[in-house]
Each structure stands twice: as C-alpha cells, then as structure tokens.
C-alpha cells in the first residue's frame, strides 16, 4: 500500500461497529478515557452501551488488570446486558493487557466477546476481521460467513487503494459540485424525457440517507421513471445489515419505488458496484444516479452523464480525476446523522431536487 498522509479510520473504530452489526450489548474500550470518543458517542445514539476504563499514565506502566475487572463488574451491574465484547486499544496492546485473563478472572456469566486490536493497523479492516473472528469463536456467527465477510474486506481496501481515499498519498477535502448546479442539470434531462438509470450502491447505515437520492429522483421524474438498482438484499450479512436492508427496501416501495435489480447485501458494496455496472451495460439509458460509493461503480469512459453522490471530502478527487464522473456533490456527516434511524430520512440534495421541481410546477 503507498503512503498515506490524509487521516484515516482505524481499526479500532471498524471493530466498535462490527460489534453494533452483531447485535452486542455492551462494549468496554480498555484505554483512555478519549481513545475513539466520537464513535463511541454515536454507537450509544444507536443502542450500544459503550463505557471505558480509562487508562491513564500510572495504568501504562503497572497495567489496567484491576481496572478492567473492575469496569466489567460495574457496567454489567449497571446495564444488565445480554452480552458483551471487551475490545483492546493502543495503550492496552502496548503494554501487553490479557484483556482474555481479566474476563476469565471477573467470572462473566453472559456471552462476551474479546477483541485485542489497536489503531497502528494500516488498514481499518483489521478492527473487523479482529472482531469477527471472535464472533466465530463464540459460534455468534460460522466459519462461512466469516471467509464471506473477509473476502469483502479484501475486495473494500483494494477499491480504497485504487479508486479512493488510499488512491495517493494526500487528497484535499471538497465539497464537489453545487447541489443546485447538479440538480438543474439533471432536472433538465428529465423534462428532456431522457431515460436514465439510479444506482443504490451504499454501505450500511449510511443508505438511509443515500436510498432517498432514488427516492427524490424517482418523485421528480414525469412519464419515463428511471431503472433502479439497489444492493438491498435482506438475505446476506450480519443481523443489523439484513435488517436495515428490509427497513430501506420497505419505505422506497411505500414511497412508489420500484427497485427493478438487486445486486447484494449492504456490506457488499465493493463488489456490487460491478454487478451493476453489468446491468447498465445492457440498458438503454443516458444518464445514471449512482448514490452510496460511486467509485466501486467501473464505468469510466462509457457514453452517460454521471451524477455521483458520496459521504466523502477526499472522494471527489478521485471520482472525477479517476473514474471520470462529470458531476460529484457530498452528503455531508451521514454517520452522525443515520446513528439509530430505522427508516429513510431526506438527504440535502434530494430536498433540492424537490424543491426546485415543484418551483418549476408552480
């Protein structure tokens, strides 16, 4: 992998939501009382109890033993879970915790999970593939669905390095394209009566806020809808993502949305990207949506007017740069805002095409 100067996510914030996508209760950060703050606030937002036991100096030198035990006794007592992961941390994995020896020496008599992870991973994936092999061990999910999800894992850091934010060594943040510039130009394809295509290809949660662009852009279209296609399987992936998958697929059908193809799973997402694109191929179409991760979409140099909409500063570049997309705008901050939704909520860019296709009506 080249180098990386931009920040990244770590892998000790990928294992933190792997659990959530597991079903887990509560989850002990053994480290500083700051170590992965901002996730652990928003995973409390969407129902996981995430308490730590606060490392501090005298902890990185004599060890955290007693205050983990401790932390466990307290946040079981206090929460009453039914069950629980203990996930290690810089700090802790420097100065060599048994975070293992701690949870057999608090006695533990509800399922738990023990996930020894640390940030200095090149890749974020490291903090889920650690998560989910414990997940094995406690039989919560088989060998099977552990290879799928490693699999994808791969699939997720190569789309990274080659059409993402791995892509070169630094990216600058942008914001893309207008909204309004991007939405009066498709827009005007629409009252042109072109035919175009929308491309749900999302990850997790996130598609709560992405599935209303298919949504905005199938209410704005007039006599030709577009062609959908949606990685929104119910039958693949951890507990949470399936059903997030039936939540989402639900409301788009309330809303008039008929989703014509669907590619995969919501934590497919680097490989369905291809799937859809196949489609495409076969379609007579002259513009295509493509909301959730544009860039695992290879369509570069085909003869359409892309309008790409991502969650990412540092994928503008490459998606314009790389893959060619004419148009790119960013919906910004969708974790903090899709953290314990269980239905669509409007993005920014579909209220714009609202609101400017019911100024032309009036």
């Known amino acids: ?12 914030a990928a294992a933190l939501y792997t659990l959530r996508d597991l079903n887990i209760d509560l989850i002990v950060v053994h480290g500083p009382p700051g170590c992965c703050f901002k996730h ?5 937002e969407d129902g996981v109890k995430v308490v730590t036991t606060g490392m501090g100096e005298d902890k ?8 983990l035990v401790e932390t466990i006794y307290k946040a079981i007592k206090m929460f009453n879970p039914k069950n629980m992961a203990i996930v290690g941390t810089c700090a802790s994995m420097i100065v060599g915790e ?22 200095g991973y090149e890749e974020n994936t490291a903090g889920v593939i650690a998560a989910l092999k414990s997940a094995v061990s406690s039989g919560i999910i088989t060998e099977e669905e552990f290879k799928r999800q490693e699999y994808l894992m791969r699939e997720a850091t190569k789309l990274e390095e080659n059409f993402g934010a791995a892509y070169k060594a630094y990216i600058e943040p942008s914001q893309g394209d207008s ?4 939405g009066k130009r498709l827009l005007e394809l629409i009252d042109e009566g072109k035919h175009g295509a929308c491309i749900l290809n999302s990850k997790k949660e996130t598609t709560y806020i992405f599935a209303d662009i298919m949504r905005a852009v199938n209410e704005v279209s007039h006599d030709i809808k577009p062609i959908n296609i949606a990685n929104l399987s119910s039958n693949l992936g951890l507990s949470k993502i399936r059903n997030d998958a039936k939540i989402i697929k ?8 008929k989703i014509d193809y669907i590619t995969g799973g919501l934590d497919e997402y680097a490989i369905t990207g291809k799937k859809a694109a196949e489609i495409v ?60 939704v269980r ?20």
């Open 1 to 12: 992998m080249a180098l990386t100067l931009h920040p990244r996510p770590n892998a000790i």
């Open 40 to 44: 652990a606030r928003l995973l409390d």
């Open 60 to 67: 990185f030198i004599f060890g955290g033993h007693d205050a």
């Open 98 to 119: 048994d975070i293992d020896g701690a949870v057999e020496d608090a006695g533990i008599d509800i399922p738990v999970l023990t996930v020894d992870i640390h940030g």
């Open 179 to 182: 909204k309004y510039l991007v």
């Open 250 to 257: 639900r409301d788009l059908e309330k809303s008039g949305v």
């Open 281 to 340: 191929k076969k379609l007579n179409v002259d513009f295509l949506v493509i909301a959730g991760v544009p860039h695992a979409v290879p369509l570069k140099n085909m003869d359409y007017e892309i309008f790409s909409i991502t969650n990412g500063l540092r994928q503008v570049e490459p998606l314009k740069k790389i893959l060619k997309h004419q148009y790119v705008i960013v919906e910004v901050d969708l974790h903090p805002k899709t953290m314990g």
């Open 343 to 362: 239905s669509i909520i409007n993005s920014e860019f579909g209220n714009i095409l609202r609101d400017m296709h019911n100024d032309r009506r009036s």
